[in-house]
């Protein structure tokens, strides 16, 4: 089975600095994707960003960009020009798709990100 | 084009009633999943179905069902409902298919129950 885990429970950051959010994983599988989800208080989740296991080539989405290490099983997310909008919980996740597996997402326990002005 | 909608927005029930939520997926999306997230924690995969088939199933009690109709629109039931069934539930569409294949899940707002 696999697992995600989320290390930082809480962080902070200043307006318009960059923060890094933290994830690992744990599969046997080599076909997957990983995904980041925001969910602000309005509980809607919200994708931020994907990476397909297989590019080598880390994702970026404007001021959302990772950095996915395969071997270490790492995929961080890094938030450039934090804006205040940017406050919500924010949520690893990782799919595997081998043949006839349902894309089920397996979510990490997620960090609550605070940017303050 | 509208989004993953799901009804009701909150609902309250008392123990041992059953419930059912309900999903409609974005217009062409024909996979849609359902999830629990309990308070505080990361969401829990219930059930996944696709062109109205079951494709997956988490660790969840027989108690949980669901379908998918013609329409791709989804029902989520609950019977029996106990305290530890108050949470947020999730419901996701995604498009399977496309060059390159592509297997984002877009999420309703959720429904939140609380089972007193």
């Known amino acids: 089975a696999q697992t995600v885990t989320q290390s930082q429970p809480e962080m902070s950051v200043q307006e318009a600095e960059t923060v890094t959010l933290s994830c690992t994983y744990d599969t046997s599988e080599s076909n997957y994707y990983l995904f980041w989800y925001k969910q602000p208080p309005s509980r809607q989740m919200i994708l931020v960003i994907r990476q397909e296991a297989y590019k080598q080539q880390n994702a970026t989405e404007n001021r959302f960009s990772v950095n996915f290490q395969k071997a270490a099983k790492s995929f961080s997310l890094k938030i450039s020009d934090s804006q205040l909008g940017d406050t919500a919980m924010y949520f690893c996740a990782f799919m595997e798709f081998s043949s006839g597996s349902a894309r089920q997402l397996t979510f990490g326990s997620g960090t609550q990100l605070t940017v303050l002005p | 084009d509208a989004g993953v909608t799901q009804s009701p927005t909150h609902l309250i029930k008392t123990r041992g009633q059953h419930v059912t939520l309900r999903c409609s997926p974005i217009s062409g999306h024909k996979s849609v999943s359902w999830y629990q997230q309990v308070l505080g924690q990361g969401p829990q995969f219930i059930f996944q179905?696709?062109?109205?088939?079951?494709?997956g199933r988490g660790n969840f009690p027989d108690r949980f069902s669901a379908r998918q109709f013609p329409n791709y629109s989804s029902e989520l039931n609950v019977n029996a409902l106990l305290l530890g069934d108050s949470a947020l539930y999730l419901c996701?569409?995604?498009?399977?298919?496309?060059?390159?294949?592509?297997?984002?899940?877009?999420f309703g707002p959720g429904t939140r129950l609380t089972v007193t």
């Open positions: 179905y696709y062109e109205k088939e079951e494709r």
């Open positions: 996701a569409s995604s498009f399977v298919g496309g060059r390159p294949r592509t297997y984002e899940q877009y």
